[in-house]
């Protein structure tokens, strides 16, 4: 049973637009959610992260949005660029504990 | 210094051989981990390690053993491996002390290949 999903596997957007990639999850105990970005050959890359506590947090032109209520939360770029084509996952965890469970990523693919 | 890195960056392997992959950072990090990563699959926590103390192991097969000699150093052995095991093996670190000092970092990986 995924704890977090991520169900769209792909996501194609023009460059200078928005990219919103979304991610849900089932256990009402997660109160800290990462967002990672693939590239291939590489590890996991820190982007942003967002606690329960708050329901926006920005780093230039990344934006992750809590809804609690909803067990959703999403990333949005803006502006996309063709850099940011990368597989992005979404990691939760419970307690501010050390077990992240990640979910199954989106491929962001930029076009320029 | 945000770098982890690991080493080797690819090993191939027979199931009868005994090899190990080490991981180390220098950001001061009490906490490190390692993941399992099979192709267009999300990393999987195999083991953390807390304070150079095993803290977290998520029903690995004892053919993979942790090893932390020291803060800045992890090592995962490996012996009798079996072809599902391959891989890519990552490597994090973090800070253990809760909220967004938790934020994992990690390394590029070490690709397994078991023949």
């Known amino acids: 049973d995924q704890q977090v999903k991520q169900n769209s596997p792909s996501l194609s957007v023009q460059e200078g637009r928005i990219s919103i990639l979304n991610c849900d999850y089932t256990n009402s105990m997660f109160d800290y959610f990462l967002w990672y970005k693939k590239y291939p050959a590489e590890g996991p890359t820190f982007l942003i992260s967002?606690?329960?506590?708050?329901d926006k947090n920005e780093d230039g032109r990344f934006t992750v949005f809590l809804n609690k209520s909803a067990k959703h939360l999403s990333l949005h770029i803006v502006p996309s660029q063709p850099g940011d084509s990368a597989v992005y996952f979404c990691?939760?965890?419970?307690?501010?504990?050390?077990?992240?469970?990640f979910g199954p990523g989106t491929r962001l693919s930029v076009l320029p | 210094d945000t770098e982890v890195t690991q080493t080797p960056k690819h090993l191939v392997m027979g199931m009868t051989n005994k090899k190990s992959l080490k991981c180390e950072q220098h950001m001061g990090h009490r906490a490190m981990y390692w993941y399992k990563q099979k192709a267009k699959k999300p990393p999987e926590l195999m083991f953390v390690?807390?304070?150079?103390?095993?803290?977290i192991n998520e029903s690995v097969p004892s053919r993979f053993s942790p090893e932390c000699p020291n803060s800045s150093l992890l090592n995962l052995h490996l012996h009798a491996l079996q072809p599902e095991d391959s891989a890519l093996y990552l490597c994090?670190?973090?800070?253990?002390?809760?909220?967004?000092?938790?934020?994992?970092?990690f390394g590029p990986g070490t690709r397994l290949t078991v023949l």
């Open positions: 967002i606690s329960s506590i708050k």
């Open positions: 994090a670190s973090s800070q253990p002390s809760g909220g967004a000092r938790d934020t994992q970092y």
């Open positions: 390690y807390s304070y150079e103390k095993l803290s």
């Open positions: 990691a939760a965890s419970a307690n501010y504990g050390q077990n992240f469970v």
